[in-house]
């Protein structure tokens, strides 16, 4: 994992995001597994070492950049995937308390091992819809942050993660550049607000992180049985 580990490095020193020997190791230990995992299962389409570095880690660590996330801050990573943004967060700040939700049971399996692999015993792997998991009183309001990428809309994305959020915690939107249908509607229903949006570039793509303020508590009826957001956006 030689040109990961160099453009990992490159890449974090560029975006002056803070590392060191141990967990760039345990970054390309996460990488080699993935890669290995992936023979045997779908987890990403990018497969190569450098893109790998630039696209998967220092994408999901791009709130690192931006927002202060406070030292012991809970973060729910909502649609994980193989692991990011949550698990790349994970490793560059041992500190969060991470909970990773995804609602395909052999990723949640993958993201089990994976922890195991790199000896890391804090992270707490939910299975299950974003919808059915924000039901559960011991996720519902209370999360200081949620991060989401490259799982749906913004709008469908509102009513998966804010949810979760205590009054005040803020969604992390990782997303690329395009314009998606207006948030508006689905800011007002769940009491939120835009807070700011970065844009920055990476390995050549356009990148966005949205930073929504949850201003009150949910409404009962939100998020609407699963699929529902999906299928009729707010
Ligand atoms: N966030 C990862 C990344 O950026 O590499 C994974 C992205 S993958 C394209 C989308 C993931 O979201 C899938 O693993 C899928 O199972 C999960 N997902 C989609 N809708 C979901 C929902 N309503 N609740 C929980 N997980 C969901």
């Known amino acids: 994992m030689i040109a990961f580990d160099l453009t990992l490095r490159e890449t974090l020193a560029e975006r ?20 290995d995992e992936n023979q045997k299962m779908n987890l ?14 220092a994408d999901s660590l791009a709130p690192l950049n931006y927002v202060d996330l406070p030292k012991g801050a809970s973060l729910a ?4 995937g193989a692991g990011f943004p949550g698990m790349a967060l994970r490793i560059f700040r041992p500190d969060l308390r991470i909970t990773l939700i995804d ?24 299975w ?19 991060a989401a990428r490259a799982v749906s809309s913004l709008p469908v994305l509102l009513e998966y993660a804010v949810p979760f959020l205590s009054v005040g ?7 690329g550049p395009a314009e998606e ?26 990148r966005r992180l949205i930073v929504v303020k949850k201003k009150a508590p949910t409404a009962a ?12 956006p707010l």
């Open 181 to 206: 249908a207006s948030p508006k509607t689905a800011l007002t229903a769940l009491a939120c607000d835009i807070e700011a949006e970065h844009r920055y570039g990476l390995g050549g793509d356009e």
């Open 169 to 175: 915690g803020r969604f992390l939107a990782l997303k």
């Open 103 to 126: 609602a395909l049971k052999k990723r949640c399996l993958f993201l089990e091992r994976l922890c195991a692999e790199l000896d890391i015993d804090d992270v707490d792997i939910r």
């Open 16 to 35: 002056n995001i803070p590392f060191d020997d141990d967990r760039i190791a345990r970054a390309a230990l996460y990488a080699a597994y993935l890669l």
């Open 77 to 80: 990573d909502i649609g994980t």
């Open 221 to 232: 009826k939100y998020p609407r049985r699963a699929g529902m957001p999906e299928k009729r």
């Open 44 to 57: 990403t389409a990018i497969v190569d070492e450098r893109e790998i570095a630039v696209k998967h880690f």
């Open 128 to 146: 299950g819809r974003a919808e059915e998991l924000a039901r559960d009183d011991a996720l519902r309001e209370r999360f200081d942050f949620a």
